[in-house]
């Protein structure tokens, strides 16, 4: 990793800049690909699945002897490990259903809001590089708890796991579809996809694409949700080859994925890059490791104050925090996708089976969106009753802003009701 030793405040935007992508220039792929799906539906899958995926593919959907045969070709120790983390994750997003509170504003007037699951939903599970089974039941679950009745995934990948992941999750309908098309078919529907309302998943720089795209025709997403990231601040307490080996867990996300460590301590940094080149040697997925560690940064800081200064400046997908205090230093964050503390904190864990979900947002958007959690898969409804006491309580307070508003409609609307009641 390039070491950048204490560098003045005007340096931090180009330093903290994530590899910069040619958005025009994907979009201008991108755009054909969602074209094709609305226009020509399965056949253009076809087109689709063949040029970017290599397959042939009559029937998209996963059939019900794939599924029934997935749970046998897993072994033991994997179907326990998916059905605990099922557990954690099912647990902590339970914990998020909020309970319905009827709030009376003023005698007579009572408001109250309702949760309701987004009706019909897509899921799209990574399966380029990786089968990310995880985010089965990082997006299945909380669609789960939020009582969402349709619930369509698509993923490149027919590994036996997203199907058993699937199947625990209560997924209506899921197809062997990726990229940019698996999007647009959600989006757009087609003979065999249906159509959703709300899309969510992770994904490369083209389902990101597809996925912004198609928000701008009234199709909700979750986030911008692209290449992972992690930041780790790290002091004298924090162990290098425990860090090392964070900063590689995203790293093998993607060649586009970028890392960032900030420290107080030269000599940290210098363990770290030593244990990067020890450790880098381990992994079968090295060279995509390789390149992302070469986009990537460590900077020494004066202090701590500086540290958290450039890490909300960043806005990380994931933070590490090990340093002493972290909990502390925790409270001062105030832009991050998840924050993990203390040294026995890896993120994987995150990623897997801790509870947390792992679907994040990336690339600074951590300023603004939270994560996916089970209020994405609702809509929050008011309802309001208004009694005869009521009316005539706030009956003149609307009458008055609506004549300054000159609404003189709005105003007769609460008039009428008033007169009748003289
Ligand atoms: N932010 C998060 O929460 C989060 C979580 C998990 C994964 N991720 C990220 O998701 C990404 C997964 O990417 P992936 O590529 O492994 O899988 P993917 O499923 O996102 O994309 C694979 C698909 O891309 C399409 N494709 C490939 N080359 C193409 C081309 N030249 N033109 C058009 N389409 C093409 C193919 O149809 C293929 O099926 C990684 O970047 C990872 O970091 C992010
Ligand atoms: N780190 C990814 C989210 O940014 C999620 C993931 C899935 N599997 C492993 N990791
Ligand atoms: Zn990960």
């Given at each position: ?75 033991e120790t994997l179907k326990a490990a998916i059905r605990q983390a099922y557990q954690n994750i099912h647990t902590f997003h339970k914990a998020q259903l909020q309970s ?65 992941a699937a199947k625990l999750v209560g997924v209506t309908s899921a197809f062997r579809i990726g990229g940019a098309q698996a999007i647009a078919a959600m989006a757009y ?46 002091d004298d307490t924090a162990v290098a080859s425990f860090v090392a080996a964070d900063l590689l867990s995203q790293a093998e996300h993607g060649a586009d994925s970028q ?164």
């Amino acid at each position: 990793m390039n070491i950048i030793s204490y560098p003045e405040r005007s340096e931090w935007p180009e330093l903290l800049t994530r590899p910069v992508q040619d958005s025009s220039a994907i979009e201008a792929k991108v755009l054909p690909i969602l074209d094709l799906v609305k226009t020509k539906g399965d056949e253009g899958l076809r087109e689709l699945a063949k040029k970017f995926d290599g397959i042939d593919l009559n029937e998209f959907a996963f059939s019900q002897e794939e599924f029934d045969t997935a749970e046998d070709q897993l072994d033991e120790t994997l179907k326990a490990a998916i059905r605990q983390a099922y557990q954690n994750i099912h647990t902590f997003h339970k914990a998020q259903l909020q309970s319905v509170e009827k709030i009376e504003t003023m005698p007579g007037v009572t408001c109250w809001r309702r949760s309701v699951g987004i009706e019909k939903v897509g899921i799209y599970i990574p399966g380029g590089t990786a089968p990310l089974f995880s985010t089965v039941l990082m997006l299945g679950i909380p669609a789960q708890l939020a009582g969402c009745k349709e619930v369509v995934l698509c993923t490149p990948s027919n590994h036996p796991a997203i199907l058993f992941a699937a199947k625990l999750v209560g997924v209506t309908s899921a197809f062997r579809i990726g990229g940019a098309q698996a999007i647009a078919a959600m989006a757009y529907g087609t003979e065999s996809v249906p159509k959703v309302y709300k899309i969510f998943g992770p994904g490369n720089q083209y389902v990101t694409t597809a996925k912004m795209l198609i928000s701008k025709e009234g199709i909700a997403i979750d986030m911008p949700a692209g290449p992972s990231e992690v930041a780790v601040y790290a002091d004298d307490t924090a162990v290098a080859s425990f860090v090392a080996a964070d900063l590689l867990s995203q790293a093998e996300h993607g060649a586009d994925s970028q890392v960032l460590l900030v420290s107080t301590s030269e000599k940290f940094l210098a363990e770290v890059n030593d244990e990067l080149t020890l450790q880098l040697e381990q992994l079968p997925r090295r060279d995509l490791a390789f390149q992302s560690i070469t986009n990537s940064k460590a900077i020494l800081v004066n202090s701590a104050y500086e540290a958290i200064d450039i890490l909300n400046d960043y806005a990380a997908e994931h933070l590490i925090l090990s340093v002493e205090d972290a909990e502390l230093v925790a409270e001062k964050i105030f832009n991050a996708g998840s924050i993990f503390l203390g040294n026995y904190t890896p993120e994987s864990c995150g990623d897997y089976a801790s509870g947390t979900n792992h679907t994040l947002p990336t690339n600074g958007y951590a300023r603004a969106f939270s994560g996916v959690s089970v209020d994405s898969f609702v809509k929050k409804i008011t309802v309001q009753h208004i009694t005869e006491i009521g009316i005539r309580n706030i009956g003149p307070t609307v009458e008055a802003m609506a004549e300054a508003e000159s609404l003189d409609a709005h105003k007769r609307a609460v008039s009428i009701r008033l007169k009748s009641l003289l």
